[in-house]
Structure formats: C-alpha cells, structure tokens
C-alpha cells in the first residue's frame, strides 16, 4: 500500500460510506495499520492510500510493538465536541510539513467497527486530535486547510515542492 502525496487528486474527494463489511475490509483496515507503522504514522485514512471509503486506523502510540491502542473506524462521526486548542501536527501525506493546527480537545464519535456495529467513542486530548485528522481527509479536508494565514506562508515553499515532484512523477505511477 503507498500513501498518496499532496497534491494527488484522491485526496480531495474523501471517501464514500461504507456498507459491505468482511474480510476484506478486515484485510484492507490491516494493510493500511502496516503502512501506517511503516511510515512512523499514527493514523491513516483510507484516501491516504486511493481508498474512496470512509475508514481510518489510528494508535496513538505509532509502535506496532504496542498495539493497545489500534483502532478501526468506519463512517466516523463527530456528536459532540469541546474546548479549543492549537498544536503542532504532520500527516504522512504531507512528508516533512509541521505546523499548528486548531482542533476540538474533547469529542465524543458515533461509528461503525469491522463487524458492522456501531459503536460510540469519546476521546480527548492527543487522541481527540489524531482522530480529528484523520476524519478530514474522510471529507476531502486536508490538515493544511486549517493552518493559520502565517503557517500557510511559512509552508508555501515546501508546498511547492511536492507540487513539482507530483507533477514529475510519471502518469501511471499516480493512477
């Protein structure tokens, strides 16, 4: 599985619902938790890998030698939401873009797990935040959407950048 690259296409038109549940979901959910680790991520929407469906994996640890925290979500919604703040994050599709970004520090989420029931969640915190992330790129919302109007000066260059090296890359290898 490789993840995507801004500014791939498939990663503006988030995800569709999804409504088949199996083992191959099971499988695709696996491979994107092993792409995730591979790539020293912590979440990983399925747009992040050209998957148009709206499931995301997360641990907050990024270890796969802890996987306590791995979670699956499908159709994630947020219900309920509390307090601001500003923090720093990265996204895999993004390779070495940091900056600051503005998110809820406590939701609460309605969404379906791998066996098709739906579950309800709430996270605070750095688990709050990953899962905020990760349900953007399930709406076409990209994290640098949210930066502030001095962040998205301060990152236009390295923006730049992967535009050009997309733009090199041969058709097929994009498709």
């Not at 569709?16 to 199996?22: I, M, P, Y």
Request: some cysteine; charged content about 30%; hydrophobic content about 35%.
């Amino acid at each position: 599985m490789e993840i995507r690259v801004y500014p791939d296409p498939v990663l503006r038109r988030g995800g569709q619902t999804v409504t088949e549940f199996g083992p191959e979901l099971e499988r695709t959910a696996a491979e994107m938790m092993a792409a995730m680790y591979e790539e020293g991520g912590v979440g990983l929407a399925a747009p992040q890998v050209g998957i148009e469906q709206k499931l995301l994996v997360l641990n907050p640890t990024g270890s796969k030698d802890d996987r306590s925290g791995e979670l699956v979500l499908l159709n994630p919604k947020i219900t309920r939401k509390k307090g601001r703040e500003y923090d720093e994050e990265g996204c895999l599709s993004f390779p070495g873009i940091q900056a600051e970004v503005e998110r809820w520090i406590d939701i609460t989420i309605t969404y379906t797990d791998l066996q098709g029931q739906e579950q309800t969640m709430k996270a605070e915190g750095w688990l709050a935040r990953i899962i905020q992330h990760e349900l953007d790129h399930l709406e076409g919302v990209l994290f640098v959407d949210r930066l502030t109007p001095v962040d998205k000066l301060r990152v236009k260059s390295q923006l730049a950048e992967l535009e050009d090296r997309y733009k090199s890359q041969a058709p097929r290898a994009r498709a």
